[in-house]
């Protein structure tokens, strides 16, 4: 039963290129939560993903980041540019949506992201 | 979401119990506390949560006091692989998302 998995764990971009984190969910789980860490800093709320649909995403700089979370396959976070500031590690967390329930969240490993 | 407040940084010899405060004076009704923590750059791991009463489970213990504007989370024989920060977050009660703050870095010496 795997849990939340993230690829790749690594990530190396040059200043300019694109970045493309993927997050596939635990088995049963629809909704995908994305967050970001900067070196010495907590988890910051990026974005909250059902399948086919943005909930909220309160949390997404205005400009060069996307996510989405299509029928078939991983969320996807892209990164369109980046700049050494997107250097961090990108976690991504899932849950079945039933927050009544006591519902918790589980995170992946993330992604680290070194912008040179 | 209500806010938390923490200790920066805590220490605890191997072996004793860890209580680890949290102040949520601001919480609702209706809003949980949830404890993650998170060991050395890798993914928050859940500990525990609860609404009013006591809770307990294998890893440990969760005190939310009766006005519920505190909590303390008990871990009841510290380890050296206790070692991380701990996060106290107020969850809504109709949604899944967390809101972290900056924790309470626990160090767990021999």
């Known amino acids: 039963n795997a849990g939340v998995m993230q690829n790749p764990r690594h990530l190396v971009r040059r200043r300019g290129q694109e970045a493309r984190l993927r997050c596939s969910p635990m088995k049963g789980h629809s909704h995908v939560y994305w967050y970001r860490q900067l070196p010495e800093e907590g988890l910051k709320f990026m974005v909250y993903l059902q399948k086919e649909n943005i909930i909220d995403e309160s949390g997404m700089p205005k400009e060069r980041f996307s996510a989405e979370f299509p029928k078939e396959g991983p969320s996807i976070l892209r990164i369109q540019q980046v700049v050494r500031g997107d250097s961090a590690a990108y976690f991504c967390a899932s849950s079945s949506g039933q927050p009544a329930l006591n519902e918790k969240l589980f995170f992946g490993s993330g992604t680290q992201l070194s912008v040179l | 979401d209500a806010k938390t407040t923490q200790p920066p940084s805590m220490d605890c010899a191997e072996g004793r119990a860890a209580n680890l405060p949290c102040n949520h004076s601001?919480?609702?009704?209706?809003?949980?506390v949830y404890w993650y923590r998170q060991i050395h750059s890798q993914g928050p791991q859940y500990i525990i949560h609860?609404?009013?009463n006591n809770e307990t489970n294998e890893m440990a213990s969760l005190i939310i006091t009766e006005d519920r504007k505190s909590s303390t989370l008990i871990l009841p024989h510290a380890t050296l692989r206790d070692t991380a920060v701990y996060y106290c977050?107020?969850?809504?009660?109709?949604?899944?998302?967390?809101?972290f703050g900056t924790g309470t870095r626990l160090q767990v010496f021999p």
């Open positions: 977050i107020v969850r809504g009660y109709n949604t899944d998302k967390l809101i």
């Open positions: 601001t919480i609702s009704g209706n809003e949980y």
């Open positions: 609860g609404l009013k």
